[in-house]
């Protein structure tokens, strides 16, 4: 299966909200209005400049900060695109909050058994062959579903068609190495706030960690062979020395030697 | 018989308090959970208790796995009285920080987790299972002090027997996560502040963890000597002070080559908050430990080397909590500082810790060659120097 995305045209949202309200009926969430992603808000529409509404979601990103960094493997990314959560699974390190490029994994600090919230891409919804909630919800297209290389191609199309309205960046293409979630804009990236501000590589982050995580086996293999061989060594030596002390005592001859010289010892006499 | 109440004095009462406050917000985290007694929030996630209790804790026990090596590995004899406090520091350093993660952890009953569902691609799994097999290391290891107490003569002989393969996987499993803790910054390109961020940050985090670890050894000899009247000859507290001006200048020099090469040595002299905190970090964790030490009077005297260690520790706290906090709060678009109740609950750990110290060495035989108090530990410096 071709990795399904959403591809959001800030250009053409208009702010009317539907896309929040669908999600949070889609999830058994509060109603409410929410200026920004929590765990009852896992999308929003936010007016980042006058008349520019950006909706925030998670990025479902190709290879995903949150899946690499999770201690216990609560996360994972589907082949059908949605980033997943395993709440059972999950220990409350809360390492994926820190380190999503995005900060989109948010928590339930209020409670005694708190869990990880975040978009689904309403996966369950997507392996019924239909499409997400916040999608379907969409009154004018500005957040449209399909597949991520269709997507793109559609991204693509609609920059060359106007290139007088859109900046010519399709953001999620390249950035923490791709996402599931695409966004065109008519003002620059740069100038819509977080996360579109913070300069993302376009390497994967988990490269990141592996480059260290990698050198692991080495480190063990050699570092137990080294230590291994020290010991060896320093234990060879003490053997040496002892059995070098034992025979020299024989040698009862010897004159300053251990016993051979104890009548020359000062404080014998 | 007559039952006498424990005399009272003020630092009794300061531990009582201490306690009275742990044991409260202890009570409050596990009821209303960690919004009700901390500072974190969704845009702050990480606070003094993983920052401190956990990341800055396990720097702080180093000093085992360092001491080990060099009595076992290397076996230079000569450290040896240096083992038996280093291991305790070790085991109680590592135990403080699993119940420090039992704290932070939001399901701090799954903490058993990563031995059953595996994610080799995260650096989180490998320092919960290093942690995990080094605190058995460290107990094992221990344990043959407690087995020497209870007489258990066959138990101890088993763990002598172990102690060579132990200690090698002591090494390697501390080698490996000292420097992985490091590694959990590596995946923060664009959150964490430029001094700080490195692709070096593994091998900053173990070369500052065997400084601290030599550091800590010293401070704990010095307060054990004060307060129980046990303690380490000063001469081979002078020669790890020796071997720890080397460690602490390979990790200034590498320090600033790395800024160089990364372009962002300009950067130490901004006036940004977070550069002035790399500053002062920097000149309290390394400058000023190695201009004391090439002090003489400062390297032959107890004093003087309480002091350096004292300043190579509160250095490291805050590199440590300089990575965990100051150099993310910028793109964090938010503040922290940490709760009341999350100082009390950290302050609580540390003095309960300080207590099994105590305890241990009171009751178990720590300092293989007890000294009186009153006994001149400067005459055995001609040796040295």
């Not at chain 1, 949070?24 to 200026?35: T, V, Y």
């Not at chain 1, 080495?218 to 010991?231: A, D, Q, R």
């Not at chain 2, 929030?41 to 209790?53: A, E």
């Not at chain 2, 107490?149 to 490996?176: A, F, Y």
Request: aromatic share 12%.
């Amino acid at each position: 299966m071709a990795t399904k995305g959403i591809l959001i045209d800030s250009t053409r949202c208009i702010g009317c909200g539907a896309c929040e309200k669908a999600c949070k009926m889609r999830n058994n969430l509060p109603l409410g209005l929410e200026n920004h992603l929590s765990a009852t808000a896992y999308t929003v529409v936010q007016e980042r400049r006058p008349g520019i509404y950006v909706r925030r979601m998670c990025m479902h990103c190709e290879n995903p900060t949150c899946v690499s960094v999770c201690p216990v493997g609560a996360f994972t990314k589907t082949a059908a695109g949605p980033v997943t959560y395993d709440k059972d699974k999950c220990i409350g390190c809360r390492y994926c909050m820190y380190s999503c490029p995005f900060s989109v994994p948010k928590y339930q600090w209020d409670r005694v058994i708190p869990y990880v919230q975040k978009c689904s891409l309403c996966a369950d919804r997507i392996e019924e062959g239909s499409e997400p909630a916040c999608t379907a919800a969409c009154p004018v297209g500005a957040s449209i579903f399909g597949e991520r290389d269709a997507l793109i191609g559609e991204a693509q199309k609609r920059i060359r068609d106007n290139p007088s309205k859109y900046v010519d960046h399709i953001y999620g293409l390249n950035e923490a190495g791709g996402t599931s979630v695409l966004y065109l804009s008519s003002v620059p990236f740069d100038k819509l706030g977080e996360p579109f501000t913070m300069q993302l590589p376009h390497k994967p982050l988990p490269l990141y960690t592996w480059a260290a995580l990698e050198k692991v086996p080495t480190i063990v293999v050699v570092g137990g062979v080294v230590l291994t061989g020290i010991w060896w060594i320093t234990s060879r030596r003490d053997e040496v020395k002892k059995f070098e002390e034992r025979t020299q005592q024989h040698h009862w001859w010897q004159p300053g030697k251990k016993n051979g010289g104890t009548d020359k010892d000062p404080e014998r006499r | 018989m007559l039952l006498r109440m424990p005399k009272i004095t003020l630092w009794r009462i300061i531990i009582a308090v201490i306690a009275a406050l742990g044991l409260y917000y202890t009570a409050l985290r596990y009821t209303r959970g960690l919004g009700a007694v901390t500072n974190l929030s969704d845009k702050f996630p990480w606070g003094l208790w993983v920052g401190f209790d956990v990341i800055t804790g396990v720097g702080l026990a180093a000093g085992a796995f360092i001491i080990a090596l060099t009595v076992y590995i290397f076996r230079i004899d000569t450290y040896r009285p240096i083992l038996r406090p280093a291991i305790l520091t070790g085991f109680l350093g590592y135990s403080l920080v699993a119940v420090g993660l039992l704290y932070d952890l939001g399901k701090w009953y799954d903490v058993w987790h990563p031995i059953v569902f595996w994610n080799p691609h995260s650096v989180m799994f490998e320092v919960a299972w290093c942690v995990m097999l080094y605190l058995t290391v460290l107990a094992l290891e221990f344990s043959s002090v407690v087995f020497e107490r209870l007489r258990l003569n066959l138990l101890k002989k088993l763990i002598h027997m172990l102690i060579i393969p132990l200690s090698i996987l002591g090494v390697i499993l501390s080698t490996l996560h000292q420097s992985s803790l490091g590694s959990l910054f590596l995946i923060v390109p664009s959150k964490l502040y430029a001094l700080w961020y490195s692709p070096y940050l593994p091998l900053f985090f173990f070369v500052s963890a065997v400084s601290v670890g030599f550091a800590m050894v010293t401070m704990e000899s010095f307060l054990s000597r004060r307060f129980l009247g046990k303690g380490i000859e000063l001469n081979l507290l002078n020669g790890l002070a020796r071997v720890n001006v080397l460690v602490m200048a390979f990790y200034l020099t590498i320090k600033l080559i790395d800024l160089a090469n990364r372009g962002v040595l300009g950067a130490v002299l901004s006036t940004r908050f977070e550069s002035i905190m790399f500053d002062i970090e920097t000149m309290v964790q390394v400058v000023v430990p190695l201009l004391l030490l090439l002090i003489p009077a400062v390297r032959t005297s107890a004093r003087g080397l309480f002091v350096t260690s004292l300043f190579i520790v509160i250095g490291f706290i805050m590199n440590r909590l300089d990575i965990t906090i100051t150099g993310v709060e910028a793109s964090s678009g938010t503040s922290y500082f940490p709760a009341f109740g999350e100082i009390a609950i950290s302050v609580f750990l540390v003095t309960m810790g300080f207590l099994a110290f105590a305890f241990a060495a009171k009751y178990l035989n720590v300092f293989v060659h007890v000294q009186k108090k009153d006994e001149p530990p400067v005459a055995i410096i001609h040796d040295v120097e």
